[in-house]
């Protein structure tokens, strides 16, 4: 994915108020990216996408979850906003 099919997929599917946060992350990540010698464009993806699912509806959360053999211990008990992968 680039980050402009990124951009395109988390405008798609955020909030105004969302996608502007998402945006202003990715633009600390790439500048952090710059002063740590890390890889840029790798940032500004992960900075993009990290709430790209944040505001789907959580039946439709569950599914992908299901679709693409995600193991979620008790996901469907738990609040949606704890649903990540482990740390």
């Known amino acids: 994915m680039t980050v402009d099919e990124a951009k395109a997929l988390v405008k798609s599917r955020l909030s105004e108020k969302r996608y502007k946060h998402t945006i202003n992350v990715k633009k ?29 509806p959580k039946a439709e959360i569950l599914q992908i979850f299901a679709d693409n053999a995600i193991i979620a211990k008790n996901a469907a008990k738990r609040p949606a906003p704890v649903w990540h992968g482990y740390a």
Do not use: C, N, T
């Open 28 to 56: 600390m990540a790439v500048k952090l990216a710059k002063r740590y010698g890390a890889d840029e464009e790798k940032a500004a993806l992960a900075a993009l996408l990290h709430d790209s699912a944040k505001e789907l």
